[in-house]
C-alpha cells in the first residue's frame, strides 16, 4: 500500500499506457467480425491494420517534438478519452472507408500518448529512470493479452455494436488520471541530442550492418502484426473454433510479454548474436508448424512463436547500439519506428497477396523470409554481440 501510495502518478499514468494499448488492439482480433458485416477482402483488412500501426507510430516523431515544447501533460486524459471512444464506436460503421478514417484518427492518440506518457513516467523516478520506465512499458505490454479474451467473446456473442460499452472503462480511467492529478506534473523536455548538429559520421559498413540488423526487425514486426490481425482466421483454418482461437491469441500474446523479459536477460548473458540466430531458428520452425501442421502440433507453435519472435526484440535494439554507438537515439529510431512504419506498410501487400492466393498460403511465404533473417544472423560480425 505504501508503494501504491508514494508511486500513484507512476501507476497511473502506467495504468492509462495499458488502456490505450488495449484500444489500438481491439480491432485486429475480431477483424473478421468486421468481414462478415462489411464483406471486406483480405486487402481491406490489411489495409484497416496497416492504418491502426501507421496512425499509433508514424507521428510519434513528429508529435513528440512538439509535445516536448509543449508539455501539457493534460494530453494523457485527453488521449484516453479520445481512442477509447473512437475505437468503441466503431461497431456502428457501415462503411469500409469511414471506418478506415476513423480508425485513423482515434489512432493518433496513442501517438500522443506513447512519447508523453513515457516522458513523464521517466520523470516521475527518484533517480531511476529505468526502473520506472520499466513498470509503464510491462504495465502497458499486457494490454494486448487481454484484449481478445475480452472483444472476441462480446463482439462474437453481441455483436459489433457491443464494443460501444468498452468507453465505459476509457472514460473511467481518464477520470482516474485526473484524480492522480496527471494535468498537474510539470514536464518539459530538456535540451537534448535531437536539438544539436550530427556530428559523428556514420561509417559505410556500419551502415549496412544496421541496414541488415533493421532488415530483421521489419520481418520480425510484420510477421507479428500479421499473427495479431490475422491470427484467428489462420486458426479457425485449422479447424478452430474462433473463441477457442481468440484464447490462444491471447496466450500468444501473453508469452511475448515473457519473451522480451528473458529474451532482455540471456542476450546479455550470451550475447545478441547467440540470441538472434537460436530465437530466430525457433521461430522458423514455430511457423512451420502453424503454416503447415494441424490440430495441437499447430496450436504450440502458434503459442511457441509468440515467445521466439519477441525473445529478439532486446537484441535487436541493443545491437544498433553497438552498430552505432555515436547515435543511440537513431538507432531506437530505426528499430521502434522506421521498422514498425515499414511493417505496417507491408502488411498491405500480404493482405493483397492473400486474397490472391489465400491466407495460409500467403503466410508460407514468410518460411522463406526466416530463412533469410536466420541467415543474416548468423552473418553479424560478433564483435557487434561482445
Known amino acids: 500500500m505504501e508503494f501504491i501510495k508514494k508511486n500513484m502518478q507512476l501507476i497511473a499514468v502506467s495504468v492509462g499506457h495499458f488502456t490505450n494499448d488495449f484500444y489500438m488492439a481491439l480491432i485486429p482480433p475480431i477483424l473478421f467480425l468486421f468481414t462478415e458485416e462489411l464483406s471486406l477482402s483480405l486487402t481491406q483488412q490489411a489495409v484497416i491494420a496497416s492504418a491502426i500501426t501507421l496512425s499509433g507510430t508514424f507521428l510519434q516523431p513528429i508529435i513528440g517534438y512538439f509535445l516536448d515544447r509543449v508539455g501539457k501533460t493534460s494530453l494523457l486524459i485527453f488521449g484516453i478519452v479520445w481512442v477509447s471512444i473512437g475505437m468503441s464506436i466503431t461497431g456502428f460503421i457501415t462503411n469500409f472507408y469511414l471506418l478506415v478514417i476513423v480508425i485513423s484518427v482515434a489512432g493518433i492518440a496513442s501517438s500522443v500518448y506513447h512519447p508523453l506518457g513515457s516522458a513523464v513516467a521517466a520523470s516521475l523516478s527518484e533517480g531511476s529512470q529505468g526502473k520506472s520506465l520499466s513498470i509503464f512499458m510491462t504495465i502497458g505490454g499486457f494490454a494486448t493479452t487481454f484484449t481478445p479474451l475480452i472483444a472476441v467473446p462480446l463482439a462474437t456473442q453481441y455483436g459489433l455494436r457491443s464494443l460501444a460499452f468498452l468507453m465505459i472503462p476509457g472514460i473511467f480511467i481518464a477520470y482516474f488520471l485526473k484524480k492522480s492529478k496527471i494535468d498537474e506534473i510539470k514536464y518539459l523536455s530538456k535540451k537534448n541530442e535531437l536539438d544539436k548538429k550530427l556530428k559523428v559520421k556514420l561509417q559505410k559498413n556500419n551502415i549496412i550492418w544496421l541496414s541488415l540488423v533493421v532488415g530483421i526487425a521489419v520481418v520480425k514486426i510484420l510477421v507479428t502484426r ?161
Not at 538507432?331 to 502488411?347: D, K, P, Y
Open 226 to 386: 500479421v499473427m495479431l490481425v490475422f491470427g484467428v482466421q489462420i486458426l479457425n483454418l485449422k479447424g478452430i473454433e474462433l473463441i477457442t482461437a481468440g484464447i490462444i491469441l491471447s496466450v500468444h500474446l501473453f508469452v511475448r510479454s515473457v519473451g522480451t523479459f528473458t529474451g532482455g536477460y540471456l542476450s546479455d548473458r550470451y550475447g545478441e548474436k547467440k540470441i538472434m540466430v537460436v530465437f530466430n531458428a525457433l521461430t522458423l520452425i514455430a511457423f512451420l508448424c502453424v503454416t503447415f501442421t494441424s490440430g495441437i502440433v499447430s496450436v504450440i507453435g502458434f503459442v511457441l512463436m509468440g515467445y521466439t519472435l519477441n525473445a529478439t526484440s532486446t537484441a535487436n535494439i541493443t545491437m544498433t547500439h553497438k552498430i552505432v554507438p555515436e547515435n543511440i537515439t537513431f538507432g531506437n529510431g530505426m528499430i521502434m519506428g522506421f521498422a514498425s512504419t515499414v511493417a505496417g506498410l507491408l502488411i498491405l501487400l500480404f493482405g493483397k497477396i492473400a486474397d490472391n492466393i489465400g491466407l495460409l498460403d500467403a503466410s508460407r511465404f514468410f518460411n522463406v523470409l526466416m530463412i533469410l533473417v536466420i541467415i543474416v544472423s548468423v552473418l553479424l560480425p560478433k564483435k557487434f554481440s561482445d
